[in-house]
């Protein structure tokens, strides 16, 4: 029999179409959409439950208070109010992506910045090394549930429920019960109290959206000219300049003036709102385009395989919890800065209950192996706008729970039902 391989283009046409035709077709933007909808119907929905959901709620709040929702000072109110909780689920996502659960992470984010306001208000410490300090913190507390958790193996329920008891009595001893401690340094307090200036901000969303079109253009234009299978460049400029509307609408209505007086001027985006967008780009940057980031999808997805693959599972489940108890940390420290004060239940009540809805809202599944940093920021959105919408609607404290409450099982519901599909079409 001849091995010999048929020689020409027809060879060509055999081979790609045997093997790797799938990646090099021709796509247009009618059969884009279409893979869309098919992926849809097979259980992919992304974010498109959670911007579904952004959109109707600012319908709804904007019909029922068309005068105060979407005015300018509740719009900055708005930003601000998910700044906390958008962090700390931004570090929860990574450990939720490996089907594990950290439920200390929000006495965590209070033990740290207790240890920051002491450092400035008793110590006499400059900021940095209070938020060094807190940094540290939060990592040592990280280590030590991913230590437990991987290397001794106790399931992370169990370890991070210990350490949220735990914790919490450790920011007890430190604060004093009844007591408060005082924010008043000037760089922390600016992170959630204080604006940039106007033109400071327009700059930013100007160089943001102009890097986020030159970076996806690039990559499309990597794929073509490596004949790999990629979007249409119509739709890749579609959503370069949605996310540039958004942007530049967003630094709009934040730059006009929100004072009560005329004798002054309040405008600008709030110095978090950055500090946001900073850690959306690394994380991001982390989970799609390094070793690191595929390695934490692949355990989450099948740990026993990433481990015949060669990955250290061990080391990836540590650095996971490490991450989280760092961003907490952050958390804390933002929402020191916006209540000028810690007091020794910081970071108690609702607050993880809020960053673990936010992750899922968002789209992170809670079963582990998908999800991503930007879920936080949209899942964190949504629960500011229920929050805020139903403070302005005068709802009772009860209802705004119950409220809270059916949309994070909505969303749970979504994720389960999405997996199942899933499961059901092989994906």
Known sequence: MSTELPEG?????????????ADRREHDVRSALLDYWGRIRAGELGALPAILGLAGLILLFFALRPNTFLSNQNIANLFTQALPI???????????????????????????????????????????????????????????????????????FV???????????????????????????????????????????????????????????????????????????????????????????GTYLLSQDRAASPLIFLGGVPWGVPLVGVLLIVCTFVLARTPYGRHIYAVGGNAEAARRAGINVTRIRISVFIIASGFAAVSGIV????????TPDAGGGNTLLYAVGAAVIGGTSLFGGRGKARDAVLGGLVIAIIDNGLGLLGTKAYLSFLITGIVLLFAASIDALAR???????R
């Open 86 to 156: 958008v962090i700390l689920a931004m570090g929860l996502v990574f450990v939720l992506l490996l089907g594990e659960i950290d439920l200390s992470a929000g006495v965590a984010s209070g033990v740290c910045a207790a240890v920051m306001a002491k450092l400035i208000a008793d110590s006499g410490q400059p900021w940095y090394v209070a938020v060094i300090s807190a940094l540290a913190v939060g990592v040592v507390i990280g280590t030590a549930i991913g230590w437990l958790v991987a290397v001794i193996r106790i399931p992370s």
């Open 335 to 342: 929402a020191a800065s916006r209540l000028n004060s810690v």
């Open 159 to 249: 370890v991070s429920l210990a350490f949220f008891l735990g914790i919490q009595g450790i920011t007890l001893k430190l604060i004093g019960d009844g007591g408060t401690v005082p924010v008043r340094d000037d760089f922390i307090v600016a992170l959630a109290n204080k604006n940039m200036p106007v033109w400071l901000g327009w700059t930013l969303a100007a160089v943001c959206a102009a890097g986020y079109a030159a970076t996806q253009l690039l990559r499309w234009r990597r794929q073509q000219a490596r004949n790999l299978h990629s979007r249409p460049v119509e739709l890749v400029i579609a959503q370069s300049v949605v996310v540039a509307a958004a942007l530049l609408l």
């Open 9 to 21: 283009k027809d060879a060509a046409v055999k081979l790609a179409d045997s093997d790797f035709a």
């Open 420 to 426: 199942r599909r899933r499961s059901n079409t092989g």
